[in-house]
């Protein structure tokens, strides 16, 4: 097979998506096999540099099947999630020609090439961290480019729907609302742009990941049971969730905190005795806690004091804080007697408890920019002359 492989052309296509964090939530299906949800939702897009998802399409007359390669780990498409994907991908291509190499591929040769695709995600798979956003919404991204799809983002983001609901929401960078939609056929179900990721750029967003284990129930049988047992979730999402779209559609446009804040979460002790929410937190279906700080200085208080309650097990400050990691030095931390060092915080009246190893690294990022074409060849995840995922 590599032999014809390498007879024969492999054509590629490269993408990294961001994943997102929903600050209204996503829960609940009125469609199973369409994705469409139960409520409008709202999400912020993470940048890229620090979770993200990179996927490489190829296709090649020498292909016999469609593949995928999930983390270096072969998986199986089969799936109707990745069927629907790439059956509206592949509806939608055009004619493709790459002169140099003299590859012609027209409209209709689409339906008989198969693909390869080979993903990576830089943080954990399918624990909580939206690995099922960034990586459908890559794989739809990259796919259409690969097959010159020339739809607009909208239409991106509503085929990506059906690879994960909230895969749509990571099509755009900033701040995003996934529209719900009313027509059966999902067609009016799409996310759309909100701000982009420069209009609200001093907020700073500290993920705690107390565990990068899979998690035991995902989110789409999680939220089937919630559909099919709690007699408020039509509640929520036909009473609560509309009046609160409205108000954090506001609090972003107006780069409003406290309301922002007072939204999404519960204050805590600091939060008041400041007088005003510093910090505002948010969880997925997971254990894992995002914390938003209104601005940088507000999130190096924030690390003293996550790092004072929650110091590394291991002794490695590098690994015990990925992403941007500068917001160390911010927090006046440099080492882990630094660490020992920090006062209790001054708002904790009675002696704090220290829970070591209770979380087990923290990510920082910030709101970040859509899907991108990586065109460098190091960021290339299948060998074009066999055609397969590199390093497996
Ligand atoms: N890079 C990727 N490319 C394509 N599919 C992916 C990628 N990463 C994850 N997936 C798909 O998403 C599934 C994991 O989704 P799941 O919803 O269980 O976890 P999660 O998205 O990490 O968590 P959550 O949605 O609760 O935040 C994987 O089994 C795989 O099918
Ligand atoms: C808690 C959430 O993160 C749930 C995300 O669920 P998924 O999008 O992973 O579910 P499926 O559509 O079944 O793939 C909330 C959100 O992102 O809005």
Known sequence: MATEAQAQWVLTATGRSPTNIAVIKYWGKRDEALILPVNDSISVTLDPDHLSATTTVAASPAFPSDRMWLNGKEIALS??????????????????????????????????????????????????????????????FTLGKL??????????SSIARQGSGSACRSIYGGFVKWCMGKSD?????????????????????????????QKETSSTSGMRDTVETSP??????????????????????????????????????????????QVAYTFDAGPNAVLIARNRKTAALLLQRLLYCFPPQENNLDSYMVGDKSILSSAGVQSLADIEALPPPPEMKTPTQKFKGDVSYFICSRPGAGPKVLTEERHTLIDSATGLAKGV
């Open 79 to 140: 799936g109707g999630r990745f069927q629907s994907c790439l059956r509206e991908i592949r509806k939608r291509a055009r004619d493709v020609e790459d002169e140099k190499r003299g590859i012609k591929i027209k409209k209709e040769d689409w339906e008989k090439l198969h693909v390869h695709i080979a993903s990576y995600n830089n943080f954990p798979t399918a624990a909580g961290l939206a690995s099922s956003a960034a990586g459908f919404a890559c794989l739809v």
């Open 147 to 156: 097959m010159n799809v020339n739809e607009d983002y909208g239409e991106l």
């Open 185 to 213: 056929d999902g067609s009016d179900s799409m996310a759309v742009q909100l701000v982009d990721e420069s209009h609200w750029d001093d907020l700073v967003i500290i993920i705690a990941v107390v565990s990068s284990k």
């Open 232 to 277: 408020l979730l039509q509640y929520r999402a036909q009473t609560v969730v509309p009046g609160r779209i409205l108000k954090m559609e506001e609090a972003i446009k107006n780069r409003d905190f406290e309301s922002f804040a007072r939204i999404i979460s519960l204050v805590e002790k600091w939060n008041h005795s400041e007088g005003t929410p």
